[in-house]
């Protein structure tokens, strides 16, 4: 049976992910920072008797990463790493505190890359296995309001982009994918790094964010749909890099790439809540 790593999954996509990963025939290493919160997971694989093991994982900690996938090593060799852990926010650059943008990256990006650097040497000496990033549409298209977040993000689709190119010949697959909004518990976890201020010089920043959480929101696209996504983008025959998932990634990056990054920084401007629609509209297809 082969072996699934996912991160971040006592709720929401990590969990989600673990369950499709098991009923697809995978043995599952479920990662979560505090397995006190196990109990949805562990009630759900337990109901359709599915192969899932939840396992301590503080992403942030190379000390726990090192524990986690050494406990994973005496079952067997990880072929699917799935980083899925991950923290959100969203506050304008000038009022993000220092630590708080440290500790995206740390989360975001370096977590990610920790629990890369403890599967890549068996992956690659034994020429098979599968990364996937889950990454954000904020880590395509940088989001006002959200700099922390989209940078961290960028960063981890940069890391696998190149990734994806040294791990070729050895055949290695590497994936991002790209979600938009998903309905998940990540928003109210990042409550308290998300600000807004009526009196605020950003205020219109803040409302134009909100408003495209909330056309997410309509959209309701649930953590099922990532999961199907990350199964075909593991097991399919047709590889791709980048895996767009929700109406928003997929009308937001494709449309990002067709206007000048002059035009996307030009939104910025005092543009009435009508206009700035429209363009919206006009250049992504999604309705604020």
Same mark, same amino acid.
């Given at each position: 049976?082969?072996?699934?790593?996912?991160?971040?999954?006592?709720?929401?996509?990590?969990?989600?992910?673990?369950?499709?990963?098991?009923?697809?025939?995978?043995?599952?290493f479920?990662?979560?920072?505090?397995?006190?919160?196990?109990?949805?997971?562990?009630?759900?694989?337990?109901?359709?008797?599915?192969?899932?093991?939840?396992?301590?994982?503080?992403?942030?900690?190379? =000390?726990?990463? !090192? @524990?986690?996938? *050494?406990?994973?090593?005496?079952?067997?060799?990880?072929? #699917?790493? $799935?980083? &899925?852990?991950?923290?959100?926010?969203?506050?304008?650059?000038?009022?993000?505190?220092?630590?708080?943008?440290?500790?995206?990256?740390?989360?975001?990006?370096?977590?990610a890359?920790?629990?890369?650097?403890?599967?890549?040497?068996?992956?690659?000496?034994?020429?098979?296995?599968?990364?996937?990033?889950?990454?954000?549409?904020?880590?395509?298209?940088?989001?006002?309001?959200?700099?922390?977040?989209?940078?961290s993000?960028? =960063?981890?689709? !940069? @890391?696998?982009? *190149?990734?994806?190119?040294?791990?070729?010949?050895?055949? #290695?697959? $590497?994936? &991002?994918?790209?979600?938009?909004?998903?309905?998940?518990?990540?928003?109210?976890n990042?409550?308290?790094?998300t600000?807004?201020?009526?009196?605020?010089?950003?205020?219109?920043?803040?409302?134009?964010?909100?408003k495209?959480?909330?056309?997410?929101?309509?959209?309701?696209?649930?953590?099922?749909?990532?999961?199907?996504?990350?199964?075909?983008?593991?097991?399919t025959?047709?590889y791709?890099?980048?895996?767009?998932?929700? =109406?928003?990634?997929?009308?937001?990056?494709?449309?990002?790439?067709?206007?000048?990054?002059e035009?996307?920084?030009?939104?910025?401007?005092?543009?009435?809540?009508?206009?700035?629609?429209?363009?919206?509209?006009?250049?992504f297809?999604?309705?604020?």
């Amino acid at each position: 049976m082969k072996i699934a790593v996912v991160t971040g999954t006592s709720s929401g996509i990590g969990l989600t992910t673990s369950l499709y990963l098991a009923r697809a025939g995978y043995r599952v290493f479920a990662g979560m920072r505090n397995p006190a919160k196990a109990g949805p997971l562990k009630e759900a694989a337990q109901a359709e008797d599915l192969p899932v093991d939840v396992i301590q994982i503080d992403v942030t900690d190379g =000390a726990s990463v !090192a @524990a986690a996938f *050494a406990e994973v090593a005496t079952v067997g060799p990880v072929d #699917v790493l $799935v980083n &899925n852990a991950g923290i959100g926010g969203a506050s304008p650059l000038e009022i993000t505190p220092e630590d708080e943008h440290r500790q995206m990256f740390e989360t975001n990006y370096f977590g990610a890359i920790r629990c890369i650097h403890a599967v890549l040497p068996g992956m690659r000496e034994r020429e098979q296995g599968t990364i996937v990033n889950v990454t954000s549409v904020a880590g395509v298209v940088a989001t006002p309001n959200q700099i922390a977040y989209s940078a961290s993000k960028w =960063a981890l689709e !940069a @890391a696998g982009e *190149a990734l994806a190119h040294e791990l070729y010949r050895f055949g #290695v697959r $590497v994936v &991002n994918i790209e979600p938009g909004v998903i309905m998940t518990s990540i928003f109210e976890n990042s409550a308290e790094s998300t600000r807004y201020d009526r009196n605020s010089p950003y205020k219109q920043i803040m409302r134009r964010n909100g408003k495209l959480f909330a056309a997410g929101f309509r959209a309701n696209t649930p953590p099922d749909r990532v999961a199907e996504v990350i199964l075909e983008a593991i097991t399919t025959d047709d590889y791709r890099l980048r895996w767009p998932v929700g =109406a928003d990634a997929e009308g937001m990056i494709p449309g990002r790439r067709r206007i000048s990054d002059e035009e996307w920084v030009a939104m910025g401007a005092d543009l009435s809540d009508e206009e700035y629609n429209g363009r919206f509209k006009a250049y992504f297809g999604v309705e604020l």
